[in-house]
């Protein structure tokens, strides 16, 4: 077919165009695409000006895949009935996918003005996400979401990007507003379970996540099992598992399946959880490494499993998941002759009001310009007073909301990074897919996710000699740098209050208290806390973070309590925001194991609570020691469950000294290196620098200690 664009003004058919219309669309209805196309050509080869044949060319063309005589239909459309608002629409849609953005935001406006409000709003909205602009695109969806509240589709581009924006609230207004029927559409239905289990409504998500995956079961029994699947003990139904392992691929909701596992684990149901994400992980579709990164995330917190089963579980993961590198980078283009610095690039979605933001910055802002050029790689879709406190420390800042993993490598090629720094793991908006390319010559993790990345393109795992102990190589797919001193770099967030007494002096009683993320808190946990609790008479025990504040969870807890021995009335089990003034509430802290707890264990110092650790798998397990060693508090770790019980009685007997210990530790942790930003990053930029050196001189990456610089 010709790809002018006609100019004339548009005609109505004739009898025989009209017939001849009527075949292609019979054509088309019996899946004959390529005859119903030709048909409609022979009509335009009588008269090109028949607006209703380069209509009825539409649909065939996109189901031949036939991408730029698609366009050329449409153009014509929009040229003979410039107030077709559906062809407008579909002509910015193709024009954004074939990255004409200027092209496609007129066609988009133009649509809107014809009438096709909806279509021509979501395309602005998904124009904005392709470049990046989340805020707009929200605002966009809104708009179409306005213009058709009706349909699934456009509440599901509103919903997916508050949740890129935190606009929980929102979203929760909009769920709330829309029909039952709405609600019932399997990709509303997910959509809503991610709102839910980010505001902590933990049991309408996972009754959402079962809604969406039943929606793709065709047995009805099958899908009835599925839908009422959670059991009030927080583990799926036996019927619910029995379907779901009889399902075929096509009838897995992948997404549904992977973040319902999510959920289940914190429910404590493990085994539950990795089953349904393995499943997930395991299925050839686009964005599997996002759905790997669950199962991973899940894996290291699972209480069970052994740390080699745990390597074993990422080594399957590398191997599932394989992308091809970039050409090497030639050593001889980035010599240091002149002494130029290294330019370091740092790669997180943690920039901004989060506790990962508490460990990077005291660190950025204190990096020698002279020794270390710091880049940004900023994964934000909002930034807050965090992110421009941070800003400035860096060289660059370069945004990569939106930005391709080709697009991504090229940045990081283009502004000569010597080392480029993963700061997230497998947590959520990593860009690990991109550093599997290779774009730095040399590749680290550090602090936002403390375990390996099981990736073969990071060259390093920046850790310490406690929680990454001599013999656990075989732990990391990365070569291990241990740096002498705890690994992370903390200051606190302005405004905290003063340490008080330790309460007891005051209630009566002990108050033991965890504000750690409910994952962490497993069957084995509550045991060892059971047995805490039944050592010291009339002490409390406050649990304290969001996914506490749902009552099905509390229940569950309260409920397992309930069966080692221990009443409701000792236990305090919430969540309040702002956690500072609940440190002034409890005495000592419980460490959780195998997986420690991360933040509140250096908030806890700083609030002068002494917190009782256990040592488990390396490394996530051993972060409370390599903490409590570098404040100077070696009696505070155990090396088993019975010991760990026994050191927390141990402290708890004694109130007076338990005071004494709370009035010195704010002081202890302030004096050593955790709060000391230049001594630690000092000795971070050796480490950059012993492992730019071996790359400079044809040296495979290997793990090395690193001594603190005099």
Same mark, same amino acid.
């Given at each position: 077919m010709s790809r002018t664009q006609t100019t004339a003004a548009a005609v109505a058919p004739d009898a025989a165009a009209t017939a001849a219309l009527r075949q292609s669309a019979a054509l088309l209805a019996a899946g004959r695409a390529e005859d119903a196309a030709s048909v409609a050509v022979g009509v335009l080869q009588r008269d090109n000006?028949?607006?209703?044949a380069w209509r009825a060319l539409v649909a065939p063309l996109r189901q031949l895949g036939r991408g730029q005589d698609l366009v050329t239909a449409l153009e014509n459309v929009c040229a003979l009935a410039p107030t077709d608002g559906d062809a407008w629409a579909a002509l910015a849609g193709e024009w954004r996918q074939r990255g004409l953005a200027e092209k496609a935001e007129a066609a988009a406006q133009r649509a809107i003005a014809?009438?096709?409000?909806?279509?021509?709003w979501r395309q602005t909205g998904l124009l904005a996400i392709g470049s990046g602009r989340i805020t707009d695109a929200a605002a966009a969806f809104e708009r179409a979401w306005q213009a058709a509240p009706g349909d699934a589709g456009m509440v599901v581009n509103l919903l997916n990007s508050l949740v890129e924006l935190r606009g929980f609230g929102r979203a929760l207004e909009i769920l709330d507003a829309l029909p039952p029927a709405v609600l019932e559409d399997a990709d509303v239905a997910y959509v809503a379970g991610v709102v839910y289990r980010h505001r902590g409504r933990l049991e309408e998500s996972v009754r959402c996540y079962l809604r969406a995956m039943a929606s793709r079961v065709e047995a009805a029994d099958a899908a009835a099992a599925v839908r009422d699947g959670l059991g009030a003990d927080g583990r799926l139904t036996p019927a619910c598992r029995a379907a779901v392992a009889g399902l075929p691929d096509a009838q897995v909701h992948a997404p549904a399946f992977g973040e319902l596992g999510s959920v289940l684990a914190v429910f404590r149901a493990f085994d539950d959880a990795m089953t349904l994400m393995e499943r997930a992980a395991a299925l050839p579709a686009t964005r599997q490494e996002r759905r790997s990164d669950s199962l991973l995330f899940c894996a290291n917190y699972h209480p069970d499993l052994t740390a080699d089963e745990i390597r074993e579980i990422y080594r399957r993961y590398e191997d599932r998941t394989r992308v091809p590198a970039l050409p090497a980078i030639d050593p001889a283009d980035r010599r240091r002759a002149d002494g130029r610095p290294l330019r370091v690039g740092y790669v997180s979605p943690d920039f901004r009001g989060h506790s990962c933001a508490q460990f990077i910055e005291p660190v950025v802002a204190a990096h020698d310009p002279a020794a270390v050029e710091v880049v940004a790689y900023a994964e934000l879709s909002q930034p807050d007073e965090v992110t421009e406190r941070i800003r400035p420390h860096f060289a660059a800042w370069r945004p990569t909301v939106g930005v391709s993993d080709e697009a991504f490598c090229r940045q990081v090629r283009d502004d000569g990074i010597d080392i480029l720094v993963d700061l997230a793991g497998h947590t959520t908006r990593n860009r690990l897919q991109a550093m599997r390319r290779r774009p730095a010559p040399v590749q680290a993790t550090w602090i936002g996710y403390c375990f390996t990345?099981?990736?073969?393109a990071i060259d390093y795992y920046i850790g310490d000699a406690v929680s990454a102990p001599a013999g656990s190589d075989h732990l990391f797919a990365e070569k291990v740098v241990r740096l002498p001193f705890v690994l992370g770099c903390y200051t606190p967030p302005p405004g905290t209050?003063?340490?008080v007494p330790t309460p007891a002096l005051a209630a009566g009683h002990v108050t033991f208290g965890c504000l750690s993320?409910?994952?962490?808190?497993?069957?084995?946990?509550?045991?060892a806390w $059971?047995?805490?609790?039944?050592?010291?008479?009339?002490?409390?025990?406050?649990?304290?973070s969001r996914h506490f504040g749902d009552p099905f969870l509390a229940r569950l807890t309260v409920a397992k309590f309930g069966s080692l021995g221990i009443a409701p009335e000792r236990l305090d089990i919430g969540f309040t925001r702002g956690a500072w003034d609940l440190y002034n509430r409890i005495d000592i802290l419980l460490d959780c194991f195998p997986h420690n707890s991360g933040t509140t264990t250096f908030e806890a110092f700083w609030m002068g609570v002494p917190v009782v650790t256990v040592t488990d798998r390396p490394p996530a397990g051993r972060l409370g020691a390599a903490v409590a060693n570098t404040v100077g508090h070696p009696e505070l770790i155990a090396y088993s469950e019975r010991e760990y019980v026994e050191v927390a009685a141990r402290l708890a007997g004694d109130v007076a000294a338990l005071d004494a210990l709370r009035q010195s530790l704010r002081p202890a942790i302030? $004096?050593?290196p955790i709060m000391d930003a230049r001594r630690f990053v000092r000795t971070l930029e050796a480490a950059y620098g012993t492992m730019f050196d071996r790359w400079q001189n044809g040296l495979p990456p290997a793990s090395f200690s690193v001594a603190e610089p005099r």
């Open positions: 000006r028949i607006v209703d014809a009438g096709a409000a909806a279509e021509g990345t099981g990736l073969e209050p003063e340490p993320r409910a994952i962490r808190v497993n069957d084995r946990v509550l045991g $059971a047995q805490i609790l039944h050592r010291v008479p009339d002490s409390r025990l406050v649990l304290n302030a $004096a050593s």
